[in-house]
């Protein structure tokens, strides 16, 4: 049998939208959950007021007028998700869903990832909706991170081959002296290569006496530690 995924607004989220529209009032749009359905698929019902067994809840971390967002993280799972809800922040269930069966693993499984959830919420009157995400929510994936140093260039930051006299790729030892001669503001005229390589190193190991700069620094890359 060729299964149909979809969602529903429930009983409770069309009455709250009714009252909404009626008093000119907002839906607090505030959590999103998955649940397994205990293990078999099911047709969402109007009357539903919880999902039939819900595994995990978040808050959701980005919303339009048309969709919800949030992230699983890495370290939820071991379940798989066939069902899927959107509660309000007095924990009504408004819209309900099912959805592909997806295994969430978790990390002792030898296997994890993070994950984004989506709903279309665009059924829901957007007049009703009220967009106030908590920042403080936010979550990033462990992609986004990495990308975010790989592509870093921020001025606290100073190109390794400053440093990396043997060309092998790395600041193997380094002894500093950071004398404080230049001023703040003072054009120092550094020798720059033909092509500066992406590897970066944080001037924080360098800069002694903290003035936010690398002042003076005598090298000894002796290729080894």
């Known amino acids: 049998m060729t299964q149909e995924f979809y969602s529903i607004?429930?009983?409770?989220?069309?009455?709250?939208?009714?009252?909404?529209?009626?008093?000119?009032?907002?839906?607090?749009?505030?959590?999103?959950?998955v649940g397994d359905s205990n293990g078999f698929y099911y047709e969402p019902d109007i009357e539903q007021t919880a999902l039939k067994n819900e595994r995990y809840r978040t808050e959701i971390t980005e919303l339009t007028k048309?969709?919800?967002?949030?992230?699983i993280?890495?370290?939820?799972?071991?379940?798989?998700?066939?069902?899927?809800?959107?509660?309000?922040?007095?924990?009504?269930?408004?819209l309900v869903g099912k959805q592909p069966e997806t295994y969430k693993p978790l990390e002792t499984q030898g296997s994890f990832k993070e994950l984004w959830i989506k709903v279309v919420i665009i059924a829901i009157n957007p007049d009703v909706i009220q967009i106030n995400v908590d920042p403080t929510i936010q979550m990033a994936s462990t992609a986004w991170v990495h990308n975010l140093f790989?592509?870093?260039?921020?001025?606290?930051?100073?190109?390794?081959?400053?440093?990396?006299?043997?060309?092998?790729?790395?600041?193997?030892?380094?002894?500093y002296i950071d004398g404080g001669t230049f001023t703040d503001?003072?054009?120092?005229?550094?020798?720059?290569?033909?092509l500066v390589p992406q590897l970066i190193m944080s001037t924080t190991i360098?800069?002694?006496?903290?003035?936010?700069?690398?002042?003076?620094?005598?090298?000894?890359?002796a290729g080894e530690f």
């Open 150 to 175: 790989d592509h870093h260039t921020h001025p606290d930051l100073m190109p390794i081959w400053l440093y990396d006299t043997n060309g092998n790729g790395v600041v193997d030892t380094c002894e």
């Open 73 to 94: 993280p890495a370290s939820v799972g071991g379940f798989y998700m066939r069902e899927f809800g959107i509660f309000d922040s007095e924990n009504n269930l408004l």
């Open 206 to 221: 360098y800069d002694k006496n903290g003035n936010g700069i690398v002042d003076e620094a005598e090298n000894m890359d």
């Open 66 to 71: 048309m969709t919800a967002k949030a992230l």
């Open 9 to 33: 607004i429930t009983n409770i989220g069309l009455n709250k939208i009714q009252e909404a529209l009626e008093n000119g009032s907002k839906l607090d749009l505030k959590y999103i959950a």
């Open 185 to 194: 503001g003072e054009v120092i005229d550094l020798p720059q290569p033909p």
